[in-house]
């Protein structure tokens, strides 16, 4: 877990100094947001704490790994940093990911959860998929009816969701 975490930190360094990857190096970014890859947040803190933060570099590790998430860019938007003290709590990279991404405002959408459908079963009723324009939170979903002008019973709901950036080698 030591080595995997001295990678980890390595191969973020060597993004935030602007080194272009190599080939081959171009899937690890995708790899190490992948829940199976993940490393215990408080490894990679006590040894970014130990040898990079010693050696010069004066901000948080959060901050630190923020080239890396900004490098993989899942979700096509822009990644929302935040106050380093909100990443005391992290358990792992994916988290800090998922934290980038969360609302800041709690959100409820007034559904039980047993109501929610599968995608498949949405589009053979006829609701539409867009992808979510909004700049203020790109991770949000939301239903819009637009309503026929001639037919005005008639509702064509549309679900605008986040885009998913997948790939050959998304998993």
Not at 9 to 28: C, K, M, N, R, V
Request: charged share 20%.
């Amino acid at each position: 877990m030591v080595t995997d975490a001295c990678f980890i930190l390595e191969f973020i360094h060597e993004i935030s100094a602007g080194s272009t990857l190599p080939l081959q190096d171009q899937y690890i970014p995708y790899d190490l947001v992948l829940l199976e890859n993940q490393i215990p947040f408080f490894v990679l803190k006590g040894l970014y704490e130990c040898v990079i933060y010693k050696f010069g570099k004066t901000q948080p590790l959060a901050e630190f790994i923020q080239p890396l998430l900004k490098y993989a860019n899942l979700f096509k938007r822009k990644l929302k940093v935040c106050g380093s003290s909100l990443y005391a709590n992290l358990d792992h990279i994916l988290g800090l990911l998922h934290h980038c991404y969360q609302s800041k405002n709690d959100i409820s959408s007034g559904f039980p959860s047993s109501t929610i459908h599968s995608a498949v079963e949405l589009d053979r009723v006829g609701v539409n998929f867009m992808p979510n324009q909004d700049a203020k939170w790109p991770m949000a979903m939301e239903v819009k009816f637009i309503r026929s002008r001639l037919f005005w019973f008639l509702f064509k709901p549309t679900l605008t969701m986040p885009t998913l950036r997948i790939n050959d080698f998304t998993e």
